[in-house]
């Protein structure tokens, strides 16, 4: 690792509290580790969109948006937001090809890298990490049905609703339960990640805050009664 701002122990820390990694042998965890390199992205930096088809990311910090971007128009969605513990490029790991997508670090991120032949080698010689990696890529598809399912069925102050709902922590912090993930981001940043606009979100959220619902002020975003936000998203569960 060619970057001294995380230890092998650090790194094994962050991963071993993951979905994809937890499951892992500490050993065999500490020698996919060490056969990476440590690399960092600034805030708000565009990472090229063919560097996925070039390497496979294990992110250590940070968050990582994915977003398509519609040349005609301009207008943008976001697929995904990868956080500690998550995996790029999924897609282009597993069939090799081309995949059109534009990463911006949303927070200074470090991340481990691997070359695609030795990342595709690592599912070879470490059983463990095939086994997990399936979960991970069945837990990605189902994310990617629902949020299709809800741009089809559900009208935007549900669709905001179900992006809060996902990102809230059941445990309450004095009054409210905290958002994570998501509890700092623009309203132009969540109109991209349900398919809207910002205008339409700034005019949901301020609803939200009048029923009481949410507490969102100076990029702080919280949720003040779970139970009204449940109702706003049907039958949708945490």
């Not at 969109?49 to 398509?68: E, P, Q, V």
């Not at 090809?97 to 991120?109: G, L, R």
């Not at 299709?148 to 004095?174: C, M, Y």
């Amino acid at each position: 690792m060619q970057n001294n701002s995380f230890s092998l122990d650090d790194s094994l820390k962050i991963l071993q509290k993951s979905f994809l990694f937890e499951k892992i042998d500490k050993e065999e965890l500490k020698q996919i580790i060490k056969s990476s390199t440590l690399i960092n992205w600034k805030r708000n930096e565009t990472i090229d969109s063919d560097m996925g088809a070039k390497y496979f990311h294990i992110i250590l910090k940070g968050r990582l948006k994915i977003t398509c971007i519609n040349p005609q128009t301009g207008r943008s969605i976001s697929l995904f937001i990868l956080s500690s513990g998550d995996i790029f490029d999924i897609v282009t790991l597993l069939d090799g090809k081309e995949h059109i997508v534009f990463p911006v670090a949303m927070d200074d991120i470090f991340a481990l890298r691997f070359p695609l032949k030795k990342a595709r080698q690592l599912l070879k010689d470490y059983p463990n990490f095939n086994a997990s990696f399936l979960p991970y890529l069945g837990q990605t598809m189902r994310e990617l049905e629902d949020f299709g399912e809800s741009l089809v069925f559900n009208d935007t102050s549900v669709r905001l609703a179900k992006l809060i709902l996902k990102h809230t922590s059941p445990k309450e912090i004095q009054d409210h339960h905290h958002v994570k993930l998501i509890n700092n981001l623009s309203h132009e940043s969540l109109a991209e990640m349900i398919g809207s606009v910002r205008s339409v979100v700034s005019t949901q959220m301020e609803k939200l805050k009048k029923e009481g619902i949410i507490l969102s002020k100076r990029g702080y975003l919280a949720v003040r009664n779970l139970e009204k936000l449940i109702e706003k998203c049907d039958d949708f569960k945490i």
